[in-house]
Nanobody, 126 residues
Framework: QVQLVESGGGLVQAGDSLRLSCAAS????????MGWFRQAPGKEREFVAA????????NYADSVKGRFTISRDNAKNTAYLQMNSLKPEDTAGYYC???????????????????WGQGTQVTVSS
């Protein structure tokens, strides 16, 4: 099991940037693919981005491609989500998740992730 703690959320204006962090502890961080998901009030949880255990492979939701960047630092047991050009529709609780995975596979679905953080709120005003 991996314990995950998100940070970096906040209230920003449209066009601003934020960087979310996900600090992991417990099992060996580098053995896990990492993902970011978000959930807005009244909406289902949706995939945002994911990165392979090595950091060499990534995948993004179409809605954030070109604006968000996922990365990881295995030496620091931390994953990041750099969010640029934020829009009001990006407002949501953001959750990081860990999936035991190897190679180039990048999990896209929530059920593939076994460990989740508590989330951090991102609010983008227009």
């Amino acid at each position: 099991q991996v314990q995950l703690v998100e940070s970096g959320g906040g209230l920003v204006q449209a066009g601003d940037s934020l960087r979310l962090s996900c600090a992991a502890s417990g099992r060996t961080f580098s053995r896990y693919a990492m993902g970011w998901f978000r959930q807005a009030p009244g909406k289902e949880r949706e995939f945002v981005a994911a990165i392979s255990w090595s950091g060499g492979y990534t995948n993004y939701a179409d809605s954030v491609k070109g604006r968000f960047t996922i990365s990881r630092d295995n030496a620091k047991n931390t994953a990041y989500l750099q969010m640029n050009s934020l829009k009001p529709e990006d407002t949501a609780g953001y959750y990081c998740a860990a999936a035991a995975s190897s190679g180039s596979y990048v999990p896209l679905f929530g059920y593939e992730y076994g460990d989740w953080g508590q989330g951090t709120q991102v609010t983008v005003s227009s």
